[in-house]
């Protein structure tokens, strides 16, 4: 990739953005969910971590049956959480530490609890207030059938049929993902303009920009044909970039611009490149990286094709090796099939966790040497892992029900554990010792070893190493540049770069070590070195200046 020099790029070119799952990061009230009162009392944490910006995952007002994804007022914080006055304060002391603050907005669907959907349930069909979302008559004599047979992500039908206000049963909508989440139609004007309003609102605020739900979705096919096995009737339909047309449009034209991030999971990269065109979206997530398996050949494609597919959108790559979504990095790394897919999760297989921790330590130096934003999912820096151990009375995740309750497939509750702050014992400090409550969910007893106050301290901790890689990403100036320059000369099952003029990445996927192909003096290393210089473990990553 040719270098682009170390001129100022926008902060979000190169940011470190951490990712806080509100009702998981820290609980100031004691209930045993998180809150802003707890995060607020962290911000000095995430400072000293040395991210750029914080993402947060929904904290509007929401019935909470997808966890904050089903918005009932997107100008209201939920008061599980708060109020908006402290989110108010949130972003302000958060600016005052340097740290930009993005949030989650949920386009596609809303809450059946949203003023709104009620509204329609309460309205007659064909009338204005149902023309907002997808309702449509069944099909059958009797209209027993859903319109379509399309199946929503989290398992099931997509439609649920309603019961008209005569007490008839009545129409049908639609839902890509929960019933309790109804989707709303694009092509209808008022649902636009009051999404424009809802970003208004945040950027007046201060919000530094948004992160889209999926954002591929919004428009469907209004021919919704019965089948549609590749998905394409909602799915990258040409109208949805008019409307991020438009958003980008507002977002550019606040002082120092905002910023618009797209989870954009399609295969296609040509597709997901057009979110990328002059004037749409600043930046997508980068799916194919987090879900690669740990071998060298397939992480390079990955690599090369990201790179390759942003530079010719003019765009940042971004990196990204876990979410709110996926398995922990640990966990995924210790399994012997180390790749990873939304709904074909590998839960009850075997983990070696000190394997999967060790290749999460040199997947953070690769991940964080690479140009472009990088995304940390709060606890990422703490080597948590997922905790499969939930009791099925416990779970939350929609996905776990509408699956039939699979126990291979068992939703995303294993990586929303509330985090371990201090102590030796649950809560582990992320409730204050006058907690009324246990934690929403449950935290493993061995996390005791993963605080952030066990692991302040110690040289070698996970913790340790990410403070100190994020320190270097932000001073180094060969990382503020967007070059990136293989060594081909590196042995096989090898990753090896250099960033500018004199810093260089060498990862060593393979079973054994290997000679580093290039000399220089060791800055971080994910793991021990070997004292004499003879090679670098396999497993390990380490950063040397030339």
Known sequence: MPDSGARELPWWRSAAIYQIYPRSFADADGDGVGDLAGVLARLPYLAELGVDAI????????????????????????????????????????????????????????????????????????????????????????????????????????????????????????????????????????????????????????????????????????????????????????????????????ADSYPGGRVLIGEVWLPDPERLARYLRPGEMHTVFNFPYLECPWEAGPLRTVIDDTLRLHEAAGAPATWVLSNHDVDRVVTRYGRADTSFAIYARHHGRPVDLALGTRRARAAALLTQALPGSVYIYQGEELGLWEVEAIPDELRQDPMWERSGRNPANPGRDGCRVPLPWHGDTTPFGFSPEQATAAPWLPQPESWKECTVAAQAADPDSMLTLYRTALRLRRTLPDLRTEQLDWLEAAPTGVLAFRRGAAFTCVVNLSGHAVPLPVAGTPLLASGPLAPDAAGLPPDTAVWLRS
């Open 55 to 250: 993402w947060f995952n929904p904290w509007y007002a929401s019935p909470q049956a997808d966890a904050g994804y089903d918005v009932a007022d997107y100008r209201g914080i939920d008061p599980l959480f708060g109020t908006l006055t402290e989110a108010e304060e949130l972003i302000r002391q958060a600016h005052t530490l340097g740290i930009r603050v993005v949030i989650d907005v949920v386009p596609n669907h809303t809450s059946d609890q949203h003023p709104w959907f009620q509204a329609a349930l309460a309205a007659a069909p064909g009338s204005p207030e149902r023309a907002r979302f997808w309702f449509r008559p069944g099909r059958g004599p009797a209209g027993t059938l859903p319109p379509t047979d399309w199946q929503g992500f989290f398992g099931g039908p997509a439609w649920t049929r309603i019961t008209e206000p005569d007490g008839t049963p009545g129409e049908w909508y639609l839902h890509l993902f929960a019933p309790e989440q109804p989707d709303f139609h694009w092509e209808h004007p008022g649902v636009r303009a009051e999404f424009e309003s809802v970003l208004r609102f945040w950027f007046d605020r201060g919000a530094d920009g948004f992160r889209i739900d999926s954002a591929a979705l919004l428009v469907k096919d209004p021919a919704l044909p019965v089948s549609d096995p590749d998905e394409r009737a909602y799915t990258d339909r040409e109208e949805v970039h008019e409307v991020y047309r438009s958003w980008r449009s507002l």
